[in-house]
């Protein structure tokens, strides 16, 4: 038996995992005890990751060969790598020749790894001249990332892991940690276990298994949260709670934001955020005067039209207190996906460039355009995910590459999504599964080594990278991401004079070149090589003068702006795009299940799975049920102004009134049969809007307004 030293590809924990193999079967997985992410612990889902990879559940899941469509709706056909890569080429070089190179697309995801994300961007910005490439991870994190640029000045959560040992007060906010971080939920249940004294707060509409926690639980209403940051800073100054020193020093912009939160009373506040009045005098006192208060937050903040401002408003609140910069204190954000932090670290979304550069920046895009050799990076701003598919939708972009992710499913507005699908005259999907809903759309089926299989790097929300190593070779002809992103740049580049822009072999040397984008940078790594990763995870920056990562930054007061002050910013509150109204009077919540990932490509392979939730249901506070006349299982049709799904019912006391909630990973095949408009099913996606934060363009997939009426069986 062999053991190989990966990490899990599913959350962003990002944690350590040793992969037993014997020949090409991977046949056990367990937690590497030396990862400092986990410390060998695993949840149930990385537990069973060497059982989603079994060849005989392998066989009936994966994509193992080129595959070509002759026309939409016939079956796909086999093809070799050489006929599958030109005809895409072929396809692009046209497409790019009549109508401009904005006229493709590539959207890729946060679970390549951060090799696989430097070969596609430079691919589209550097070789095709075109911006328009763009990641799941819009969908999961870039209103932190906005939230961090706007207030602190750079994309670096300040935080670690350790910082949850030494909080005095954790405020956990718009995460359902329990279920979605779940073996670092672990380490606060622990914290506290050992600190009782230490105080947290759960701010949800949920009461879900992480509010079981809390000391305090705020049940906030949905979308309300900048005005409860404003509130409690409003509390934090009339206590005289904040710190005048800290501010003096080392911020700018406090009298704005002060004028501005002058107006959210604690009755205003109270009133909006459906909160206690007594429940903010205690989460400001508590937040405001423990020795060391840390934020956990995540989709709740992120996946909102105000996300970028629910961001920032939290992270005032941190610098108006001084709670930044000291062990246990500071804001931490957390990623979903186990490589939304590398996409951002190479620049892989439509507005960034490598090492944390700005699209935007006329020097930046010089420096990169310099760096890989390319007369220029272009300056329009590329399309954000859910711009792209409706530029897809309009007809304006005409081919789509997309790459390890499922946008048939997990996009929201699934009308547009799946009206960009067809009507692009391309559509090529790189996959390792040929069960997603988005190979049904597909032109082209590029098959794609997965976890277990693949080499490269991933970074974790702690700011730390950590290999992730192959243990067998991929199945039937899949290949690695990169490797299939190279093979195609190299046939575009054919008349190109000059070296390749993409002389890879390895993975390795893609790292290379791009640990050498980040000298100088905030997240300089010039100091580690793959070796050194391998035998410890380590956290940026890591520059070459250093023996080990930062575990923390910002402990100076010295932040990355031109004046060396972190920015208060003074943003209104807004409430969600599209509020509960008398046509459609419950406000619906989305949000993950414990042991289910995404889509459910993987984890829906495995049964076990399912024993903690076997079914998709719709759930609902026992009030409305019985308001409505309805019983535990009944059918009702939930529809948003965009569709209908018919689901059963579910009484939870975890939802609020006049709320509903449903989990995002069930797709169309957990719900056929179950249509009530005749549309393709797409699971709660359907009903889900894309209206997004003006800012991060990260849509709100977190509220929107349903009826919930009961359906009549036939
Ligand atoms: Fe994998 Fe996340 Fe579970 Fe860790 S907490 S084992 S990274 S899913």
Redesign the pocket.
């Known amino acids: 038996m062999k053991e190989t030293r990966s990490?899990?590809?599913?959350?962003?924990?990002?944690?350590g995992?040793i992969i037993q193999s014997e020949g090409d079967r991977i046949t056990g997985v367990r937690?590497d005890p030396a990862h400092p992410?986990?410390f060998g612990?695993?949840?149930?889902?990385?537990?069973t990751l060497h059982l989603t990879a079994a060849p005989e559940v392998t066989r009936q899941v994966r994509l193992l060969h080129p595959m070509r469509r002759e026309r939409r709706g016939a079956a796909p056909q086999r093809v070799s790598w050489d006929a599958a890569l030109d005809f895409a080429a072929e396809s692009f070089h046209q497409i790019v020749f009549e109508h401009g190179p904005d006229a493709v697309g590539f959207y890729i995801s946060g679970q390549l790894l951060t090799e696989d994300y430097y070969v596609f961007n430079k691919l589209a910005k550097g070789l095709l001249a075109t911006n328009n490439i763009d990641t799941n991870s819009r969908l999961c994190m870039s209103s932190a990332v906005a939230g961090y640029k706007m207030t602190l000045g750079a994309d670096a959560p300040p935080t670690c892991y350790d910082d949850v040992d030494h909080a005095d007060c954790i405020f956990i906010v718009g995460s359902n940690a329990a279920y979605a971080?779940?073996?670092?939920f672990r380490r606060v249940e622990e914290a506290k276990a050992r600190r009782p004294q230490a105080k947290i707060i759960v701010c949800d509409p949920r009461r879900t298994d992480t509010a079981e926690l809390a000391d305090l639980y705020l049940p906030i209403l949905p979308g309300t949260d900048v005005m409860l940051f404003h509130g409690l800073l409003h509390i934090m100054l009339w206590e005289g709670w904040t710190r005048p020193d800290y501010i003096a020093a080392h911020t700018s912009g406090f009298d704005a934001l002060k004028a501005l939160v002058r107006e959210c009373t604690p009755e205003l506040v109270a009133q909006t955020c459906g909160l206690a009045r007594e429940d903010l005098f205690t989460a400001a006192r508590w937040f405001a005067t423990s020795p060391a208060t840390l934020s956990l937050y995540c989709q709740g903040l992120n996946q909102s039209t105000s996300g970028t401002a629910k961001n920032a408003a939290l992270i005032n609140l941190h610098l108006a207190t001084a709670q930044i910069g000291r062990p246990g204190a500071g804001p931490f954000s957390l990623t979903g996906q186990?490589n939304a932090m590398g996409g951002r670290e190479v620049g892989g979304l439509a507005n960034l460039l490598s090492a944390h550069r700005d699209l935007a920046d006329p020097a930046h895009r010089a420096e990169i355009a310099a760096f890989w050799g390319v007369p220029s990076v272009p300056e329009l701003p590329g399309k954000t995910a859910v711009e792209m598919f409706q530029a897809a939708a309009d007809g304006e972009i005409k081919a789509l590459w997309i790459a390890c992710t499922n946008p048939a499913q997990s996009m929201p507005d699934q009308k547009t999504v799946r009206r960009a699908l067809e009507r692009a005259e391309l559509v090529v999907v790189q996959e390792a599964f040929a069960t997603t809903a988005t190979c049904d759309y597909a032109d082209l089926l590029l098959p794609a080594s997965t976890w277990g299989e693949k080499e490269g790097t991933v970074t974790n929300s702690e700011r730390r990278i950590s290999r992730v190593r192959a243990a067998v070779t991929a199945p039937g002809e899949a290949r690695h991401d990169w490797a299939i992103a190279v093979d195609f740049a190299r046939r575009l580049e054919g008349r190109r004079n000059g070296p390749s822009l993409f002389p890879y072999e390895t993975p390795e040397a893609i790292w290379l070149e791009h640990r050498e984008s980040t000298r100088g940078r905030d997240l300089d790594i010039t100091g580690l090589d793959y070796t050194g990763l391998e035998q410890a995870p380590q956290q940026w920056p890591f520059p070459q003068s250093a023996s080990t990562g930062r575990a923390r930054l910002y402990e100076d007061g010295v932040f990355p702006t031109p004046d060396g002050r972190a920015r208060f910013a003074a943003v209104g509150y807004r409430p969600p795009a599209e509020p509960r109204e008398s046509r459609y009077p419950f406000a619906l919540l989305t949000g993950r299940l414990r042991d289910q990932?995404h889509g459910m490509s993987r984890t829906g392979t495995l049964g076990r799975l399912f024993g903690h939730v076997p079914e998709p249901a719709v759930q609902m506070h026992p009030q409305d049920l019985e308001r409505l006349r309805l019983a535990e299982g009944d059918l009702v049709h939930v529809t948003s102004k965009r569709g209908s799904l018919v689901l059963p019912v579910q009484a939870s006391s975890e939802i609020g009134l006049s709320q509903a909630f449903i989990a995002m990973h069930w797709g169309a095949e957990f719900l056929t049969g179950l249509s009530s408009t005749g549309e393709p099913l797409a699971g709660v996606n359907a009903i889900t809007t894309s209206a997004y934060c003006p800012t991060s363009k990260q849509p709100e997939l977190k509220h929107a307004a349903v009826k919930i009426l009961k359906a009549e069986l036939p």
Not at 7 to 15: I, K, L, Q, R, S
Request: charged share 10%; aromatic share 8%.
């Open positions: 990490t899990c590809p599913y959350c962003g924990v990002g944690c995992v937690g992410a986990n612990r695993l949840c149930t889902k990385g537990s971080h779940p073996v670092l186990p990932w």
